[in-house]
């Protein structure tokens, strides 16, 4: 099963680190977000990715086409006969990674359509470039065949930052602080996705095509869309804040880690 990654936005709520470089290529502990997604991935033997390009592209290319270089001490000779020696072998070995140039204003959905011509397989998954978490794939993919529909979304509970107001009227009876049980919320769409490959077919070969509009929204229509609760970590990077915040959590306890 391949994974296609949507790695195409400006993160223009990033500005801070996204004015040189995509969203998925700003960096948590030395390593850039997408590396950490991967990893995730490969550790449950998930391992052969699509990746839809779009803003800055090739910062994204250009790390994987040296990948040795960027993970690796190496010496260059330079002279009449140039070589490159690397030192050390840190390597993703096995991985298989396909880049796809899906536009530079294309929305998700239809980023998602351009990269269904490398899919082969019965089902496939896809997920966002900007969020990690300690979310248990192969469980996910179990899921996802137990229920049988065409698409199933992982629903997270990311901790409330604001207190809620319980009102009556005009007035406030009750003032709640932010809230730590969160079995009792409704999840948020965390991406982390698992298709059945016909989905492609569902989404139209329109650039201004988003993911969570037309394509998901008819899947739900349908009862086609399943949810498959993860009470655990889950942490985006929309923000600069969020950026500070991931790259502590890294120094101190990486819940994601694999």
């Known amino acids: 099963m391949k994974v296609i990654i949507l790695c195409g936005g400006m993160g223009t709520r990033l500005r801070e680190e996204t004015e040189y470089k995509p969203k998925p290529m700003v960096e948590i502990g030395g390593k850039p977000i997408l590396w950490h997604i991967m990893k995730l991935y490969a550790h449950y033997g998930y391992k052969e990715f699509i990746l839809a390009l779009g803003y800055k592209g090739n910062v994204i290319r250009n790390y994987f086409l040296n990948y040795h270089y960027y993970n690796n001490d190496f010496t260059v000779q330079l002279g009449n006969k140039n070589s490159v020696e690397v030192h050390g072998n840190h390597s993703e070995g096995d991985w298989k990674v396909t880049l796809v140039d899906t536009g530079l204003d294309s929305m998700t959905g239809h980023r998602a359509k351009l990269c269904g011509k490398y899919i082969n397989e019965d089902n496939f998954m896809l997920t966002y470039g900007d969020a990690v978490s300690n979310v248990k794939i192969t469980d996910l993919v179990d899921f996802h065949k137990r229920q049988n529909k065409i698409g199933t979304v992982t629903g997270v509970f990311p901790p409330s930052r604001f207190g809620d107001l319980a009102i009556s009227g005009n007035l406030v009876e ?37 993911l969570e509009r037309e394509p998901l929204k008819n899947l739900v229509k349908q009862k086609q869309l ?23 959590l890294w120094a101190e306890n990486p819940k994601w880690k694999v």
């Open 174 to 210: 009750k003032f709640k602080e932010k809230p730590k049980d969160t079995t009792d919320r409704n999840p948020i769409n965390g991406g982390f996705f698992v298709f059945k490959k016909e989905f492609l077919s569902l989404i139209p070969s329109d650039p201004e095509c988003d």
């Open 226 to 248: 399943a949810v498959y609760r993860h009470y655990d970590f889950w942490q985006c990077m929309d923000t600069y804040r969020d950026y500070l915040l991931l790259n502590k």
